[in-house]
DNA sequence: TTGTAAGCGTTATCAT
DNA sequence: ATGATAACGCTTACAA
């Protein structure tokens, strides 16, 4: 059995309300036996019960967050972001790397406060019976009416890749990215591409969309090796992710290419990485603080009360000047 | 208000210890009101209150695992390989990426059954007062007297590859990985890496050991090409993890050189990944399924009782030819 | 300033 | 086969 608040009472020889009260630091407690309930908890090795606390203030500080399980450098930098801002307020950001079936009904067992649903948790399983449950809001896309999302806007971040490089004179301009079997967030880049080569009135070519397939920088390098044999090489290339663009530079290296003067390169996710690469990337995005901001405030809002929160919070993508382009 | 067995008595028209029984699937409970039980359940929405129950029953079914939060490919699948395990036994992984201390007290809050903790977690900082706590086990290391770990015997992995080689006739033999700051798992391997050589009558040269500096694939790849200008170049590379190793074919195939022929290449991390790589990197390591299964039968006994864990189980590492050497 | 007691949603032990 | 009821460890009126 480990230590309760009685095992202290009986220490100090107060009643154990008085010691849930010095505990929780109540100002109705002398300075003095305040002091004293904490050293005896101190020396028994008291650890709260969350479970018996939870259970009456109907609260646990508890957030729980679906992962995807996935590798990609720019997600963990997110969600330690996230993290970290949930825990200024309060709150314990706990991860499962379930199924997210299963990841929620963990969640809601436990009565976390609220789910944090990451992108690629896949739309249509999570099947919601209308009664009242744990706020939950998903990050990325719209994953089902009546859960909100923040919305990074991919659409619009590389729309403006498009806009910057042919604002620089570049004409021949590809993208790196899951393309065929895209992702509903994958499909919002490569339109925002072809909306972008539309605007700046230069004509898409098929072959300039070059499919990674996947989204790891073995997948970047393996399409920039891919799009360096075109007959007719871009001058320029946006890339879909950090990941990918990782590879991508990797690939120009192994070429001998110097980036930007023999071929430019913009990347989306605005993340600090983006700086520490070989050569500093250009990027578009919405900042990753930004994110976490909005984030974890929708976070709050939902915990307040759900319905205060709109269904699409939209955050607007900035460009970032670096070396590449 | 979420729904709870008393509404669902009031629905049903049975007391609530009789809907907690048919809820848990009594046998001393009619099959017809089972039935009923679990109809009004569905339709009301209802969600048990894990920490209602735990509170009774001392147990909650979690297992909190201290996540490093590092990037590293090996690590994440292994963490989902446990997972899995821990399911199928009936036990739910939860991830902590906050500070080592924050996450175990978050853990001990919330009652889970056994703490696990990563490699990384650095040691000391794990103050542990001397009264009966939470189950905790660690991985890769040990920690601190009184917490039990799984070694996977990494200095015999290394050891196993130095011998593999000169086996083959390969005297030129460079490790790469972390060296002049590494920790003391990193140590490890290069210590298993001397041995090799002393054992295979091969003299140490101080510059066959390549500072990788960390352990990302980036790092593979600087100290890889870094390797390949030194005046002797070696015949054969071992990589001290799976990333470095992708960072390090990554660098062979920029500079043209063709695996094995040109130079070999076995890498410490027997997991699955390391078939997919571009070329399939022969490895040494205690395989990934049997680092899961060991973890989790360590935490189930130490569930039982922590006493029945010896101090440290030791794993024995093997050697899987692939075309790389 | 401290103590008493009710109650949170379960499980488990007795009765019935 | 079902129902009462006492825990579990804590918070929170309310009393003293």
Not at 111 to 123: G, N, P, Q, V
Not at 159 to 184: C, D, F, N, Q
Not at 218 to 241: C, F, H, N, W
């Amino acid at each position: 059995m480990s230590v309760t608040i009685k095992d202290i009472s009986k220490q100090v020889g107060v009643s154990y309300s008085t010691v849930a009260k010095a505990l929780n630091n109540s100002p109705l407690v002398k300075e003095s036996t305040k002091r004293k309930v904490m050293e005896a908890a101190e020396a028994l090795g008291y650890t709260p019960n969350l479970a018996a606390r939870s259970l009456v203030t109907k609260r646990t500080g508890l957030v729980g967050i679906v992962w995807p399980g996935i590798d990609r450098a720019a997600l963990s930098s997110l969600v330690t972001s996230i993290q970290r801002r949930l825990a200024e307020k309060g709150l314990t950001a706990l991860l499962s790397i379930h199924e997210p079936q299963e990841a929620i009904a963990t969640f809601e067992n436990l009565r976390a406060d609220a789910i944090l649903l990451f992108e690629e948790s896949t739309a249509d399983i999570i099947a919601r019976p209308s009664h009242r449950r744990t706020p939950m809001i998903s990050i990325g896309m719209p994953i089902k009416p009546g859960v909100p999302y923040v919305d990074m806007n991919r659409r619009e971040a590389i729309r403006l890749a498009v806009e910057t490089l042919a604002g620089k004179g570049y004409e021949r301009i590809a993208y790196i990215g899951p393309y065929a079997e895209a992702s509903m967030q994958q499909q919002e880049k490569w339109i925002g591409f072809k909306e972008g080569l539309h605007q700046a009135g230069i004509t898409f070519q098929e072959e300039w969309i070059i499919d990674s397939r996947g989204l790891l920088w073995q997948d970047g390098y393996r399409a920039a090796k891919q799009m360096l044999k075109l007959s007719e090489r871009p001058t320029a290339v946006i890339s879909g992710s950090y990941d990918l663009a990782a590879g991508i530079i990797r690939a120009f290296q192994g070429e001998g290419l110097s980036v930007p003067q023999d071929i430019a390169i913009i990347s989306y996710d605005h993340i600090p990485h983006m700086e520490q690469l070989e050569i500093p990337i250009s990027a578009v995005g919405v900042a990753e603080a930004d994110i976490a901001t909005a984030v974890t405030d929708t976070l709050l809002r939902a915990i307040e009360s759900i319905d205060n929160v709109s269904d699409r919070t939209s955050l607007t993508p900035a460009y970032i000047h670096r070396e590449s382009d």
